[in-house]
């Protein structure tokens, strides 16, 4: 549980370094380092969720299968509409890459995984916040 509850103050030091970022590159960098940074907030809050999500609805697996399923389609959701807002193309492969993963553990599902290793989504999510950093 304890885990658990890290996890939303993790998401709001994410979201808060990233604007916190978008900010100072604003200032000092241009109209395209600013667009940059504000898709990576945008992108960044959307993907904290997902992966929280993702990571309760395992923890939950036996109790309740059809949140694995829910949860996935949630984050397909979550990518298909941060593409949409962005043409920032090292955002959009970052995307691809959550996409990717995304699709790793909808294949373990699939074959009957309860309990996925959703580790291939953190990494995705790790290189996101990456490409956010100037």
């Known amino acids: 549980m304890a ?6 103050g993790r998401r709001i030091a994410i ?3 990233v604007a916190a970022v978008a900010l100072t590159t604003g200032l000092t960098t ?3 380092a600013v667009n940059k940074a504000l898709d990576c907030v945008q992108t960044a809050d959307a993907i904290a969720d997902s992966v929280t999500n993702l990571q309760q609805a395992v923890e939950n697996a ?10 996935l389609d949630a984050i397909d959701k979550n990518l298909t509409d941060i593409g949409d807002k962005t043409d920032n193309a090292d955002v959009n492969k970052a995307v ?3 996409d990717q993963a995304v699709g790793n553990v909808r294949d ?6 309860t309990t996925p290793d959703v580790s291939g989504i953190t990494d995705a999510a790790g290189e996101l916040t990456k490409v956010c950093t100037p």
């Open 3 to 8: 885990a658990s509850r890290r996890r939303p």
């Open 15 to 17: 979201v808060a370094a």
């Open 30 to 32: 241009g109209c395209d």
């Open 62 to 71: 036996s109790n309740d299968p059809t949140q694995l399923e829910e949860s």
């Open 96 to 98: 691809d890459q959550l």
């Open 108 to 113: 373990d599902v699939a074959n009957g995984d």
